[in-house]
């Protein structure tokens, strides 16, 4: 199991835009090299108009929007005759690095999510906090460092359940979805992610309301600058993210193909 799930990873890694299209471009150059002009030719010029357009705002706009859409924000109090009894925050990329500041050893994702799922915690004062996530080589797993921010911002230790032996999103929900059988659960995640998070969860069975976080897609209401459609890493690491996505999505779909065969 560990090598299909560090296959799986190594393939995830190379199938996103940058090294894809960097990748792209070096056979290209080969091509060339070899006299083959026109098509090395080519190979590089799409290589280079694609890594332009997905650091553009408008194309990462175009990209996430889709996925971060389908789920509205949690809005707190909005259905109060059914409490909340359980938050659950999935995990994310971290770097336990004990010289540094708690918060700054968790990624941007997963620094939104858990402040999220404190803020959740303490407007739902009855609600069990289920955080997840593993070490990935690191000392410490995404959980055990969520568990120690809801700690530092005021959550009672009673109230926290910590799961740090689940790899990915599939493996948090097969570990969780027993757990909040019957339950009214929160499930906090990145807005982009919530997509594949939820199929995940309801293919165990289970049936959480989403509560989304770190949306991408911003659109100001004034007028922008054109310097804002220039491109920018950001804008490419939008994009990426996105592709990220629908790569997780279209594996779900295939491997929900292979297995419904007879």
């Known amino acids: ?11 995830g890694s190379l199938l996103l835009p940058l090294p894809l299209l960097l990748i792209l471009g070096f056979f290209g150059l080969i091509m060339l090299l070899r006299q083959h002009k026109r098509s090395g ?3 590089i010029v799409l290589s280079l108009a694609a890594l332009l357009l997905l650091s553009t705002r408008p194309v990462a706009n ?24 359980d938050i659950i925050v999935l995990g994310a990329a971290q770097v336990a690095d004990l010289s ?14 858990i402040t999220e799922g404190v803020r959740l915690a303490h407007a739902y004062p009855e609600a069990r906090l289920i955080m997840s996530g593993y070490a990935g080589g690191e ?21 926290l359940l910590m799961l740090p032996e689940p790899k990915d999103t599939a493996e ?23 997509p594949r998070s939820m199929t995940l ?11 989304p ?28 993210i996105a592709w990220h996505e629908y790569l997780g999505l279209a594996w779900q779909t295939l491997g929900a193909a292979v297995s419904s065969k007879p």
């Open 62 to 85: 175009l990209l996430i929007a889709p996925l971060e859409s389908q789920y509205p924000p949690h809005v707190i109090g909005a259905d109060a005759a059914q409490p909340v009894q």
């Open 100 to 113: 540094l500041p708690l918060l700054s050893q968790l990624g941007n994702a997963g620094l939104v999510r």
């Open 172 to 194: 948090e929900a097969a570990a969780i979805a027993p757990l909040i059988a019957v339950r009214r659960a929160l499930l906090v995640t990145s807005a982009s992610h919530m």
């Open 213 to 240: 976080v770190g949306h991408h897609a911003k659109e100001s209401r004034g007028t922008l600058p054109l310097y804002t459609y220039l491109p920018r890493g950001h804008y490419l690491e939008r994009s990426e």
């Open 41 to 43: 030719n080519a190979l």
């Open 1 to 11: 199991m560990e090598m299909v799930f560090l296959a799986k990873k190594w393939l």
């Open 201 to 211: 969860f309801q293919a165990q069975g289970a049936s959480p309301q989403a509560a």
């Open 139 to 159: 000392g410490r797993s995404s959980a055990e460092l969520y568990g120690a921010v809801a700690l530092a911002l005021g959550i009672a230790p009673n109230r």
